[in-house]
């Protein structure tokens, strides 16, 4: 037997609920995708490259027109350039990315700060390249950062910040005054910064997503994170980009050609055409989810449960203190089981405990599919 070098590690939450919820015939409102197809143009544009003869290894930084693509996107909704040569590159999912960013990066005894509830694929990749994970906690009022905390928290030894928005499960969003706080934070301690930005197209109530990227002294230090999964609901395509400066990007590529080499060819040509064709589509993501938001939301209002709408992302947290005492993950066990409905327990994304009694929903669903889910969940 070999000794683990995670071992605290199991099956991700998502993995576990998506099954449970399939064994019980459970409507799944856990893993955070759609249940209703991708744009037609988008599934037509991969079949004509697959048949055109498309699928041989792609450039190890991801196809040119692809590339230039996201190039231009960034210039049409958050207003800055970046050189598609040396600055994007194009991953099998951001997933992939954030690791290849700690690898390239992280040195053992690095510690990197995290905030909980925090998404589960950062500390693994921390502790695989001998770093620490130094875990803080969002606001548990509104999951916000408290920077005097993160201030006080780093140490000679700290190398880098995690910040994830819109964010993961909570659905809450950095302010501009967030990043301005982080880039001075950064800056004063010569830090990195990675940021998990895959649901950057969905943020509701006409606020606007903010990237690392718009604040040319935080850009120097980041790698900014984001998915076609998310942005084009085909999660089961596994494609994602990666954005950040020249040497920086240049470090990342030394591990991304040897963790996967390149992402699928196929695929990065479908979306570069898609994304010539229909530059407005991300666009019009706000406006679809928030209906969507709006209809569970306002479906629930009868029910026990408190709720502050998601300010962004495709998920709702229900607050259950009113309904049951039982733990979350027991819960969201019990839940898929008698009354059909998966979800997702957040205590599993905080090191030490959660604070209160939430569970996250995925709204990425189709009407009839939320209407139903809410209708049981009224009756609790
Ligand atoms: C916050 C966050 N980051 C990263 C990912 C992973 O994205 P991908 O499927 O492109 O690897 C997800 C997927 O759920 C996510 O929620």
């Known amino acids: 037997m070999i000794e683990s070098k995670l071992p605290h590690v199991g099956t991700t939450i998502f993995t576990r609920m998506s099954s449970l919820a399939h064994e019980c015939g459970a409507l799944n409102l856990s893993q955070g995708f759609p249940d209703f197809g991708a744009p037609k143009p988008l599934l037509d544009a991969l079949v004509r490259r697959v048949s055109a003869g498309h699928n041989q290894y792609a450039p190890m930084a991801g196809v040119t027109e692809l590339r230039e693509q996201i190039a231009a996107q960034l210039v049409r909704y958050r207003g800055v350039t970046c050189d598609p040569d040396t600055e994007i590159t194009v991953v099998p999912g951001a997933t992939e990315g954030i690791f290849c960013a700690i690898t390239a990066c992280i040195h053992p005894g690095d510690e990197v700060l995290l905030f909980d509830p925090c998404y589960d694929s950062y500390e693994p990749a921390i502790a695989l390249a001998g770093g620490r994970a130094v875990h803080l906690s969002l606001t548990p009022d509104n999951f916000a950062i408290d920077w005097q ?200 994304f905080y090191q030490d405990s959660s604070p209160g009694h939430y569970l996250r929903f995925c709204f990425a669903k189709n009407d009839d599919v939320l209407l139903e889910a809410s209708d049981r969940l009224c009756k609790i």
């Not at 967030?178 to 301690?189: I, K």
């Not at 920086?248 to 055409?273: G, I, S």
């Not at 005492?325 to 066990?333: G, K």
């Open 149 to 348: 905390q993160v201030g006080d928290s780093i140490t000679p030894r700290t190398r880098m910040i995690v910040v994830n928005s819109p964010h993961n499960p909570t659905g809450a969003i950095l302010s501009w005054d967030d990043l301005l706080e982080l880039e001075r934070l950064a800056e004063l301690h010569d830090l990195l910064v990675i940021s998990d930005e895959v649901y950057e197209h969905l943020v509701f109530d006409g606020q606007d997503h903010h990237s690392v990227l718009q604040l040319p002294a935080l850009r120097q230090r980041s790698f900014a994170v984001f998915s076609f999964g998310k942005t084009y609901s085909v999660t089961g395509w596994k494609t994602g980009y990666c954005i950040a400066p020249h040497g920086l990007m240049a470090e990342l590529r030394k591990v991304h050609q040897f963790v996967c080499f390149v992402a699928n060819t196929p695929v990065q040509l479908a979306l570069a055409d898609f994304m010539a064709a229909e530059p407005d589509y991300p666009g019009t993501l706000a406006d679809f989810y928030q209906a969507k938001r709006d209809l569970f939301c306002q479906a629930l209002s009868s029910s026990r449960f408190n709720l502050a709408p998601s300010a962004g992302t495709y998920f709702q947290l229900l607050e259950y203190s009113k309904v049951s005492d039982t733990p979350d993950q027991e819960l969201a066990s019990q839940w898929t089981r008698e009354i059909g409905i998966a979800s997702i327990p957040i205590s599993v």
